[in-house]
């Protein structure tokens, strides 16, 4: 195996993929194709990203696609600044806590598995077509044109996809459109089998033809609102034709060891993320172990403390999050001083700072140095389990994200929108382009995200090895997405990966953590994230990608 400059013994089963032109990491191969293939026809990040995105919407159907949400941060090299872009969408109009309260729908897990009650207005492609009108240099029509392909021509499905469409078969075949989508034969698609999508292919043809309006003012959008209306949904054309992308907004950043990480603004948490690291900073961590119970303990605990500051985050048009308190250096030193290296806490509050699903994730750099950390989802697989009639479009279920509190930061009312768990993360050194990652995978999104930095930073990995390298996930909740409660039901509980080694499990115990060890097999699913990552390399400036063997994902250059 390999011996890292810090002495870690660890090899990745992948090698970095390199690149001087473009990179392209994605968790599907025919994506990654995809952007790579249309930035060889001219287009740069931008319009790789559209073309990744619509791709992902029909080969990982389950995960993302138009009638969900999404989160992106751009980097366009000429004028040195990254964006952040917010793609979500509000919660229909007609929504509120009193009509909901005894639907059980929020929180996520609850309630009927599909329900038209799920759907909040879809956001992604709004946040789309504003990248593509600002910085896009091809036409929508030929960065659209993988996805649209894929859509028409079909696909073969992969054996992931094929396992992930068998396990919720029952979903799929609770409503028409949607077993007429995704069971063409009556049964969940083999692997290998080829599957089409022609309502959506035909709707993204409209779309890169009539634009915007079509789908949120025009007969597309109107036809979606009636397909819910049809089954008792809140929607209304006007949740629709008033819907506009949350706008172009300036990112959040701290600094980790002399590395600048950006970020999304809330309404995502991408702020948990830069308290995390500001937290972890204030720790000699190059003098641990990688694999060590002190280091994997250290992580757990400012993951805890960084969790129980969420309670602040919300829609920013609605509620004050004090971003400068939670983000300060002198806050994360009065967190980080409350963490025992000795003993779990089994719970913690917020903190008090001044002024106080499922997911895919790609990321796109192309030859002039233009980046895109790019994160799109319907929630739960396969979102609310509705397809609208004949577009094609499967239906999100971001409602159950919802707190029913009145008193809470997050508390539903129509036309807000929820707290998410995606962040599309984006790094910098001495003011250039360092690395662009990130993972699906709700609430382990952020906790992935840091691991796989200090992975780099401090321990000196590649960045596949770092992508590559065992993970934990702290769930305080009982959220692991198969339902799964392990030995502690509901309580709070490390989940862990069994290739960390025996004395780090048991020396984890002993410090009080609730070990869940997942087997050999289950250490490699994709509920533990499929990060992607490319990496630039500050003397020769090539492109290092990266892309996590838990997914059907692959990074590929030129």
Not at 265 to 276: A, Y
């Amino acid at each position: 195996m390999a011996t890292s400059p810090h002495g870690i013994n660890y090899s990745a089963y992948r090698p970095v993929v390199m690149g001087r032109r473009g990179v392209v990491s994605s968790s599907h191969y025919l994506a990654s194709q995809s952007g790579l293939r249309t930035l060889q026809a001219g287009g740069n990040a931008v319009d790789a990203a559209i073309a990744v995105a619509s791709s992902l919407n029909v080969v990982e159907p389950e995960m993302s696609g138009i009638g969900g949400d999404g989160f992106m941060l751009i980097y366009m090299a000429k004028t040195g600044k990254v964006e952040a872009l917010n793609g979500t969408g509000a919660a229909p109009l007609a929504a509120s806590i009193d009509r909901y309260r005894d639907t059980g729908i929020p929180p996520k897990g609850q309630g009927p598995r599909t329900s038209v009650l799920r759907i909040s207005t879809p956001g992604i492609l709004d946040a789309w077509l504003e990248a593509h009108g600002r910085y896009g240099a091809l036409s929508l029509g030929k960065a659209l044109e993988p996805g649209i392909e894929l859509a028409a021509e079909g696909f073969p499905v992969s054996h992931r996809l094929a396992n992930t469409f068998w396990g919720e078969r029952e979903v799929l075949a609770a409503h028409p459109d949607t077993a007429r989508t995704f069971l063409p034969n009556g049964r969940p698609p083999r692997a290998g089998e080829r599957l089409d999508n022609p309502g959506l292919a035909k709707t993204l043809q409209r779309v890169a033809a009539e634009g915007r309006e079509v789908y949120y003012g025009g007969e597309i959008g109107k036809a979606i609102v009636a397909a819910c209306q049809s089954l008792g949904g809140l929607f209304t054309e006007r949740d629709f034709a008033e819907h506009r992308c949350a706008g172009w907004n300036e990112p959040l950043v701290t600094s980790y060891r002399g590395i600048d990480v950006y970020e999304h603004p809330p309404n995502s948490p991408g702020l948990v993320l830069l308290e995390m690291l500001n937290m972890l900073e204030t720790f000699d961590v190059a003098s641990m172990d990688c694999n060590s119970s002190d280091l994997i303990h250290l992580m757990v605990e400012i993951k805890k403390l960084a969790f129980a500051d969420r309670e602040y985050i919300a829609d920013p048009a609605w509620v004050d999050v004090p971003i400068a308190g939670l983000l300060s250096k002198e806050y994360a030193e009065r967190q980080a001083a409350r963490i025992s290296t000795q003993r779990a806490t089994p719970e913690v509050t917020k903190g008090e700072p001044v002024g106080a699903g499922h997911t895919t994730y790609f990321c796109v750099v192309d030859g002039e140095g233009n980046a895109v950390s790019h994160i799109q989802s319907l929630g739960g697989y396969f979102g609310s389990g509705i397809v609208a009639g004949d577009t094609g479009v499967l239906l999100n279920d971001r409602m159950t994200q919802w707190h029913l509190d009145p008193n809470h930061a997050n508390a539903l009312m129509g036309g807000k929108r929820v707290r998410h768990t995606m962040n599309p993360p984006m790094a910098f050194k001495d003011g250039k382009l360092y690395m662009v990652w990130g993972t699906p995978g709700g609430d382990t999104q952020v906790q992935t995200n840091m691991q796989v930095l200090s992975h780099i930073v401090d321990f000196g990995m590649t960045v596949q090895e770092a992508v590559e390298a065992p993970r934990w996930n702290h769930d305080q909740h009982g959220t692991h997405p198969s339902g799964y409660g392990g030995d502690f039901g509901d309580e709070d509980r490390l989940e862990i990966e069994s290739r960390y080694p025996q004395d780090t499990l048991d020396a984890l115990r002993s410090k009080g953590h609730k070990l869940i060890v997942e087997s050999d097999w289950a250490a490699w699913d994709y509920w533990w994230g499929s990060a992607q990552a490319i990496m630039v390399d500050q003397e020769s400036g090539t492109l290092l990608g990266a892309a996590d063997p838990r997914g059907d994902g692959y990074a590929v250059s030129w």
